[in-house]
């Protein structure tokens, strides 16, 4: 069987199973399993698949079909044109989140000596393209779930900024050892209710995902937090779900009245970051 004929047959299997970007996902796995570039497999695309490597992809592609996601199959995952290593410890990237560097690189590029804090790191894609992009800035970047440090530690040894980055321990912002200028965080925001629905056979952890019976229980803790963690003048950027904006600006504003709040949408046109800056 040629490299062709596998991916073919795969994208068919993929396509019957449900499975979206069926031809994309099938090329992640071929080369996973021959450990080569995209540009290398179009160039073997007419080569034949050697025995162990036919066995190798079909091994692959039965575990995708069982619902493990391929992301976590190959351990890549692209996120601000970085490549990240990903495992079940931790929640994939997803494109949407790359709003909040977005955000945060426009309010810390013209402070050198930013300090930020990431709450709810995961793989620590967020905290180290902000340390990659802020070459000057401190990070502190914090999980609650020591398998997830661990990944992000990996990660920020694979991009070179180990020192830069400070992993913390601890639930929200308790183990942040001094107020920053900036807090950014992808909390869990599902509802509770809707995990199952949502998230059928995801091998993703819960806990980065469950945010309560209305979603919002996390993001109400960190900000009943905030006080003594942000500096005067400092801003936090929250990630929300879809249609969460009223209830987060509302609970936001009862909370910290004199601030300024605002909320970005995403690329889909969906309300997806709430600022606050404390005034
Ligand atoms: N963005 C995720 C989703 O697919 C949720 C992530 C989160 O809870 N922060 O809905």
Not at 67 to 93: A, C, K, M, Q, S
Not at 167 to 177: I, R
Not at 241 to 252: D, K, S
Request: with cysteine; net charge negative; aromatic share 6%.
């Amino acid at each position: 069987m040629t490299l062709k004929q596998a991916l073919n047959r795969t994208r068919e299997i993929f396509v019957a199973n449900n499975i979206a970007d069926a031809r994309l996902e099938s090329e992640l796995l071929l080369r996973h399993t021959l450990n080569i570039s995209q540009t290398q497999l179009y160039i073997d695309i007419n080569q034949e698949l050697s025995p162990e490597q036919e066995k190798a992809f079909w091994h692959l592609v039965k575990r995708r079909l069982n619902g493990e996601p391929t992301v976590y199959i190959t351990g890549h995952r692209e996120f601000y044109g970085l490549d990240f290593y990903v495992d079940p410890n931790v929640l994939i990237p997803r494109p949407e989140s790359e709003l909040l560097v977005e955000k945060a690189l426009k309010l810390a590029q013209h402070q050198p000596g930013v300090t930020i804090a990431e709450i709810g790191t995961g793989c620590g894609a967020i905290a180290i393209s902000l340390a990659l992009n802020l070459p000057q800035a401190k990070i502190y970047a914090t999980d609650i779930s020591a398998p997830a440090l661990k990944v992000a530690r990996a990660n920020c040894q694979k991009h070179g900024v180990l020192n830069r980055v400070r992993l913390l321990l601890g639930d929200m912002l308790d183990s942040l050892p001094q107020p920053v200028d900036l807090i950014v965080a992808n909390l869990p925001y599902v509802k509770e209710s809707e995990l199952l629905a949502q998230f059928p056979v995801s091998s993703e952890p819960r806990l980065a995902l469950n945010g309560g019976p209305d979603g919002l229980e996390r993001i109400r803790q960190l900000c009943r937090q905030l006080n003594g963690k942000l500096r005067p003048e400092g801003y936090l950027l929250l990630e929300i779900g879809q249609g969460q904006e009223t209830a987060v600006t509302t609970f936001l504003s009862n909370l910290l009245p004199s601030a300024e709040i605002e909320v970005t949408p995403d690329l889909s046109g969906i309300d997806r970051v709430v600022s606050l800056h404390l005034t």
